[in-house]
């Protein structure tokens, strides 16, 4: 890797030095810089200032801006102002790994009815390399809920699923494992979990001294170094928390003469490993922090473990002991489930043939970016990011010649770009094979993995209100009123003043009529005369639904207040459902009905159009909340 990109945390820092310095000669620098840009943003939440992005990678600011000019082609993140945010459409290259991968297609419904029959909140992980990563979470709605998202990568020795993991480790992972473990002894390349505490060694002097703790002359000794903090002495003891907790071990007055070490977070590993074979289920009593509990089970697939299920679970509902003597037999049956699921797919697929994908067009769209960006465009970084999404569903292995089919690149390129990635770590090559690996799930897919539509939709209703200069609204349908999610007003002195969380009736409304007609049995009760031109009649409402079911838009003009008028058009999901509708309301003076057709209804399309697409890419496997 070049010397002015920093190692990304989450990857190993004690293998990073290593990867620096074993660059292939053929591996994409423009790759390698824009994926470290991309891991960036991941770790800073998804946004970022330029100024800050240059600081946290290295590169050179004109680097960063050209870097961040590229993934904003791309649909990646968006630029507002000085800052990068992370755009939905980078979750295609989470999706890729999920597609291929099968499991989430496979498994979540059966996660699911697992977490609402036991109502506690269940995970799918998979392991990475030292570590675990969620491909899967089914939340329960409390005021205590998880906050770990898909993609967020944990280290294996602190959660239920990594024991069973590392029951399939050999002396290579083993050795990996110990070494980032001395490398990061905090657990700070692991921004998802609380940080643990360092190991305190104690001496002779230490346990003498202790007596007096006000003593100025304490000399604690921290990892062979001197420590003159005793509050070192209180953090050891609030963050060695579960099975690792010093504080449930008693000790007399005068013991411990000779240097010993406090356990921390995570000794015990190689100890819950071997239970964990034994048993064939693991527990995780408050190893990420206090209060969390955890049992979990794997899920194999022609005998080897293809992901872990957890329940997961409070110490104010369950302990961890009560969590296995309640939950276990009603897990097993699940992963019982599970399997068989697997072992049909997989007979289903052997009887399936290879599925092949047309070339991209990424020859057609990199021309047509350099053309427009000129040297603001990095060709290779965009090349590069597609031979990801070239796998997918009946696409988990391909070889050379498939990836360059799929992708339109030459040969050349195309293996270029898989050696830079297999050097970072996100494919994986046997016998000429190439496999994308969890990893991929770390560009962006977390923090992303919880934007609600609203939150999709917020910068295409700006950029829509801006072109027209008028407010633009997004909508959702709760029995029979519109509820407005998503909000952009203009600055006219005479607009339409409503604000996010305002409802209203949904008949006299064109949100309403855009959402309405798209149920079979629309609630029409108590049509009341809003205004002269409001429509009461059932009969004739259910006539206007009809052609806005056909024509796919509703206009409404002075019908819920005199002298406003509005345009909505539905956005629906991947499956074609209707969940939300995007409208563009203005005084009756600004247009004519007719001028709205003509002028306003092609815009609010378009911006609906991208709308959905973001929505698809963000809802292919994960519910996006409404709101």
């Known amino acids: 890797m070049p010397s002015n990109v920093a190692p990304a945390p989450g990857t190993g820092t004690s293998t990073a030095a290593g990867a620096e310095a074993a660059v292939p000669a053929e591996a994409v620098t423009p790759l390698i810089r824009g994926i470290a840009v991309l891991r960036r943003l991941t770790d800073a939440d998804g946004v970022s200032s330029l100024s800050g992005l240059e600081r946290s990678t290295g590169l050179a600011r004109s680097t960063v801006d050209r870097i961040t000019a590229t993934l904003a082609r791309r649909g990646y993140v968006r630029l507002d102002g000085r800052d990068a945010v992370l755009a939905p459409r980078l979750m295609e290259l989470g999706n890729a790994y999920l597609a291929a991968l099968r499991l989430p297609r496979l498994l979540d419904a059966h996660a699911d009815a697992l977490a609402d029959e036991l109502d506690e909140s269940v995970s799918l992980a998979v392991g990475d390399q ?164 955890a049992l979990s089970m794997p899920v194999r697939e022609s005998g080897r473990i293809a992901c872990v299920v957890s329940v997961v679970s409070h110490t104010s509902r369950h302990t961890a002991a009560d969590l296995r003597d309640t939950l276990l037999p009603r897990l097993r049956d699940a992963v019982a489930a599970m399997e068989r699921e697997l072992r049909e797919a997989q007979h289903a697929e052997s009887a399936t043939p290879r599925t092949t994908t047309a070339p991209s067009g990424l020859a057609v769209w990199t021309g047509a970016s350099k053309q427009e960006l000129g040297r603001e465009f990095i060709e290779s970084l ?72 609203a939150e999709i939709a917020a910068p295409h209703l700006t950029e829509l209100s801006q072109r027209l200069h008028d407010s633009v609204s997004l909508a959702v349908l709760t029995g029979d009123e519109i509820r407005y999610t998503g909000r952009v007003s203009t600055s006219r002195v005479m607009s339409v003043h409503i604000t996010v969380g305002t409802r209203l009736p949904a008949y006299p409304t064109a949100l309403g009529r855009a959402m309405l007609a798209d149920l079979p049995e629309p609630p029409l009760t108590e049509l009341l005369p809003l205004t002269p031109r409001t429509i009461t009649d059932p009969d004739q409402l259910k006539a206007v639904l009809d052609r806005v079911r056909e024509e796919g838009y509703a206009l409404v003009d002075e019908e819920l207040e005199v002298g406003l008028r509005s345009v909505a058009v539905p956005v629906r999901e991947r499956g074609g459902r209707v969940v939300a509708a995007v409208n563009v309301a203005m005084h009756s003076s600004r247009r004519t009905p007719e001028e709205c057709v003509a002028e306003v209804l092609p815009e609010l399309r378009a911006t609906v159009g991208r709308i959905q697409e973001d929505l698809w890419v963000a809802g292919r496997f994960r519910r996006v909340p409404r709101t």
């Open 130 to 293: 030292d570590g675990i990563r969620f491909i899967h979470q089914a939340t329960r709605r409390r005021a205590m809920s998880l906050s770990f998202r898909i993609g967020d990568l944990l280290p294996a020795e602190r959660t239920a699923p990594g024991p069973l993991f590392a029951t399939e480790w050999g002396d290579r992972e083993w050795a990996r494992w110990r070494e980032r473990r001395a490398a990061d002894p905090e657990d700070r390349g692991f921004p998802a979990v609380p940080a643990r505490s360092r190991p305190i060694e104690y001496g002779e002097d230490d346990r003498n001294d202790e007596k007096d703790r006000t003593g100025a002359n304490r000399t604690n000794r921290k990892n062979g170094k001197d420590l003159t903090d005793a509050k070192d002495l209180t953090v050891a003891k609030d963050l060695t928390v579960g099975r690792s907790l010093a504080a449930d071990r008693p000790q007399e007055p005068g013991a411990g003469r000779s240097t010993r070490r406090l356990p921390t977070l995570g000794d015990d590993f190689e100890q819950r490993t071997a239970e964990a074979r034994e048993a064939g289920w693991a527990l995780d009593d408050q190893l990420i922090e206090p209060g969390l509990v």
């Open 382 to 453: 965009a090349r590069g990011l597609t031979v990801i999404t070239a796998f997918g569903e009946g696409r988990a292995e391909l070889n050379l010649t498939e990836v360059a089919q799929a992708t339109g690149l030459a040969r050349a390129t195309a293996r270029r770009a898989l050696i830079t990635l297999e050097h970072l770590g996100y494919v994986t090559a046997h016998d000429r094979v190439f496999r994308l690996t969890p990893r991929v799930l770390g560009l962006g897919f977390p923090p992303l993995s919880r934007t609600s539509l």
